[in-house]
């Protein structure tokens, strides 16, 4: 190990400087689960904080897998491929709100109208959240010639990224009230359940992360500054979970409320954008199946790990 760590200090490039303070290593000793962070061990206690921290940036790296599609291809995505992506990207979504936030929340507060409303408020109340924000912040879709928002200087690359942040705010949100709940000891969430959900966002932002990084370079910009911008378009994400995990530390009893925002947020983007734009052209079938096939993924992804 420290061989290892010796040979990244011999270079100068910012990949080994960061893999140098970043580096996370497990390691099995007497116990399998016991970990070693920044070179520090750590008992076994701190293996549930250690697997949050892996599932919170597991989404992430879907994007920037998804972004560094742009050094493979020399065209641009086609109107099929586009299609069948941002459909398969909602059916997981889809089936990521129910199964994964939806569910347990009405679990959690019982049967009966009289305490189903928290559910229905969080739900309420997640839709006009991303409302609010497709309102007041200046983005524009790949697919749209027109931006959204208030007018705006920014160059269209900016607002194209804006755009897809957007979207990673609720599936952050998701992410960080599954993990936050298992943190605080939620018998109704379990570890397997938000790894489950961590890599079906994960799945769902390959597409994201090419949508963002192929046309910054059909626009002139370098293959590494493509990717560079598309990879980066899913930190939202892994920081949007951990504000939810920081307000979920204090208010355990909110979660019905909270699991129900952000389904209610991811609902929102599903029907306002990606939808729509996977039935755009010749091509609505694709999408269609695209759907289905992101639908039956995670939910064989819950069935199996949840």
Sequence with gaps: MHALIAKINKKNNIIDILATFVFINARLLQDPYYYTLFFIPLPHKHCKFMETIIGLTIPFLGTALGASIVFMLRKGITERTNSAMLGFASGVMVAACFWSLLQPALEQVGEGIANTWP????????????????????????????????????????????????????????????????????????????????????????????????????????????????????????????????????????????????????????VEELIPSSQKGKHSNIGTIGFAVGFMLMMLLDSCLG
């Design 119 to 270: 559910v229905l408020a969080g739900f309420a109340a997640g839709i006009c959240f991303l409302l609010l924000l497709d309102t007041i912040i200046p983005h524009q879709h790949v697919d749209d010639k027109h931006p959204e928002g208030p007018r705006s200087r920014l160059p269209r690359s900016i607002k194209m990224i804006l755009a897809v942040a957007l979207h990673n705010i609720p599936e952050g949100m998701a992410v960080g009230v599954v993990f936050g709940g298992v943190l605080s000891g939620n018998t109704d969430l379990t570890l397997a359940g938000a790894l489950a959900l961590s890599i079906g966002m994960a799945i769902q932002n390959i597409p994201e992360g090419a949508i963002i990084s192929v046309p910054l370079r059909n626009e002139g910009k370098s293959p590494g500054k493509a990717f560079v911008w598309g990879a980066a378009s899913g930190l939202v994400e892994p920081i949007a979970a951990l504000a939810t995990i920081f307000i979920l530390k204090d208010s355990t009893a909110a979660m019905p409320l909270l699991l129900a925002f952000a389904a209610g947020a991811m609902l929102y983007v599903v």
